[in-house]
């Protein structure tokens, strides 16, 4: 992520996870708070970041070659089978990564995902035999997992279809609506982009199918991060900045992450919230918002679900602001989870000692 690493994180992949973290220096809480090093030099910082989320936000470009692929996949499943297509996740959300795949989910007759499944990846099939095809479709395969999924290459773009996911069109929906809230040019969002870029790019802790972090539950906790702290977030570093020195020092082990508030595990699967603890301010969202966002986005559960309403206690818990029983954090495998902590810890310190040596200059100066 080129400039980052002058002053953020270095990367955490499996070559340096190892890797002894640094002492921080000797300081006060108010030392290492970003405010503590001037606004002056707090903007610099903040000028660095827009630069660096320029260049992995969705361009001009890259929006025109998606919207071409999904309506060029809309079109040839709903010719062949009639089937409506929708897209959801971070392409119509615009937070995607310059390597993030199109989710797109396809709907037809209630229960009927099996088949479906099936046909959609045989006309996928037809199309990467079909020399006349518009688009260059390869590498399609059937993915028989708890959510079933078509997974392929279009355009070289990494193309994911489900079948029947209203949630996912519902949890687009409820982000979109909390963006609007948050305002500030969109800060939700270019947040969730810079926080999926460290992420994904500096520590290797964003990908579900590795056992890391879902995109989803990652746009959960950057909210919970909103939720208590808005009124002092003004920029993605700072949302960074305390994303990082937050989740540093979240007891993962005994707690779950709630909108409503932090749920001691010992209570599941029972969802007990307790009062969240921030830096004075109000909280972003009330009950009423979280009760009505439950009323208008949640998604009725299928017969097959209705046995499981229970949340299931994973090694990263995080709770689903629509679905009360629903552990966004169940991906992460158990080893993942302490390399997560760990990233967070090693990201924290390094953002920590930043703003430490700008506040000693200052000092200095």
Same mark, same amino acid.
């Given at each position: 992520?080129?400039?980052?690493?002058?002053?953020?994180?270095?990367?955490?992949?499996?070559?340096?996870?190892?890797?002894?973290?640094?002492?921080?220096?000797?300081?006060?809480? =108010?030392?290492?708070?970003?405010?503590?090093?001037?606004?002056?030099?707090?903007?610099?910082?903040?000028?660095?970041?827009?630069?660096?989320?320029?260049?992995?936000?969705? =361009?001009?470009? =890259?929006?025109?070659?998606? @919207?071409?692929?999904?309506?060029?996949?809309?079109?040839?499943?709903?010719?062949?089978?009639?089937?409506?297509?929708?897209?959801?996740?971070?392409?119509?959300?615009?937070?995607?990564?310059?390597?993030?795949?199109?989710?797109?989910?396809?709907?037809?007759?209630?229960?009927?995902?099996?088949?479906?499944?099936?046909?959609?990846?045989?006309?996928?099939?037809?199309?990467?035999?079909?020399?006349?095809?518009?688009?260059?479709?390869?590498?399609?395969?059937?993915?028989?997992?708890?959510?079933?999924?078509? @997974?392929?290459?279009?355009?070289?773009?990494?193309?994911?279809?489900?079948?029947?996911?209203?949630?996912?069109?519902?949890?687009?929906?409820? *982000?979109?609506?909390?963006?609007?809230?948050?305002?500030?040019?969109?800060?939700?969002?270019?947040?969730?982009?810079?926080?999926?870029?460290?992420?994904?790019?500096?520590?290797?802790?964003?990908?579900?199918?590795?056992?890391?972090?879902?995109?989803?539950?990652?746009?959960?906790?950057?909210?919970?991060?909103?939720?208590?702290?808005?009124?002092?977030?003004?920029?993605?570093?700072?949302?960074?900045?305390?994303?990082?020195?937050?989740?540093?020092?979240?007891?993962?082990?005994?707690?779950?992450?709630?909108?409503?508030?932090?749920?001691?595990?010992?209570?599941?699967?029972?969802?007990?919230?307790?009062?969240?603890?921030?830096?004075?301010?109000? !909280?972003? !969202?009330?009950?009423?918002?979280?009760?009505?966002?439950?009323?208008?986005?949640?998604?009725? !559960?299928?017969?097959?679900?209705? =046995?499981?309403?229970?949340?299931?206690?994973?090694?990263?818990?995080?709770?689903?602001?629509?679905?009360?029983?629903?552990?966004?954090?169940?991906?992460?495998?158990?080893?993942?989870?302490?390399?997560?902590?760990?990233?967070?810890?090693?990201?924290?310190?390094?953002?920590? *000692?930043?703003?430490?040596?700008?506040?000693?200059?200052?000092?200095?100066?």
């Amino acid at each position: 992520m080129g400039n980052l690493r002058d002053w953020s994180a270095e990367p955490i992949g499996a070559e340096t996870e190892d890797k002894p973290v640094p002492s921080s220096p000797s300081t006060s809480s =108010s030392d290492r708070n970003p405010a503590a090093i001037g606004a002056a030099r707090w903007e610099r910082a903040e000028q660095t970041t827009r630069e660096i989320i320029s260049h992995v936000q969705p =361009s001009d470009v =890259s929006e025109e070659r998606r @919207k071409e692929v999904i309506d060029y996949v809309q079109r040839l499943i709903k010719g062949c089978l009639g089937c409506e297509v929708f897209p959801f996740g971070s392409v119509p959300l615009r937070t995607y990564l310059p390597d993030g795949d199109i989710d797109l989910t396809a709907f037809g007759g209630i229960n009927a995902e099996d088949a479906l499944a099936s046909d959609v990846c045989s006309v996928l099939e037809g199309e990467d035999r079909n020399r006349a095809a518009k688009f260059v479709v390869k590498d399609v395969q059937l993915i028989r997992a708890e959510v079933k999924i078509v @997974k392929c290459l279009v355009q070289n773009i990494v193309v994911d279809i489900s079948f029947n996911q209203l949630g996912g069109l519902c949890t687009l929906c409820f *982000l979109e609506e909390v963006d609007r809230l948050i305002g500030k040019d969109n800060l939700f969002k270019r947040s969730i982009i810079l926080i999926k870029a460290w992420c994904y790019y500096e520590s290797r802790i964003l990908g579900a199918h590795h056992g890391l972090i879902s995109t989803y539950a990652l746009e959960t906790l950057v909210l919970y991060v909103f939720h208590l702290f808005h009124s002092s977030l003004n920029g993605p570093l700072a949302v960074l900045y305390k994303f990082l020195d937050y989740f540093s020092k979240f007891d993962w082990d005994n707690y779950c992450i709630s909108l409503n508030g932090p749920v001691r595990v010992s209570s599941l699967p029972e969802i007990r919230a307790e009062t969240p603890e921030n830096d004075g301010g109000g !909280l972003l !969202l009330s009950n009423e918002f979280l009760r009505k966002s439950v009323e208008k986005f949640s998604v009725p !559960l299928k017969g097959s679900e209705s =046995s499981s309403r229970s949340f299931t206690q994973k090694h990263l818990n995080i709770v689903d602001p629509l679905r009360e029983n629903n552990n966004l954090g169940r991906s992460v495998s158990k080893g993942n989870f302490y390399r997560i902590r760990s990233a967070f810890t090693y990201g924290a310190r390094k953002l920590h *000692l930043y703003s430490f040596l700008q506040w000693k200059n200052q000092k200095k100066a």
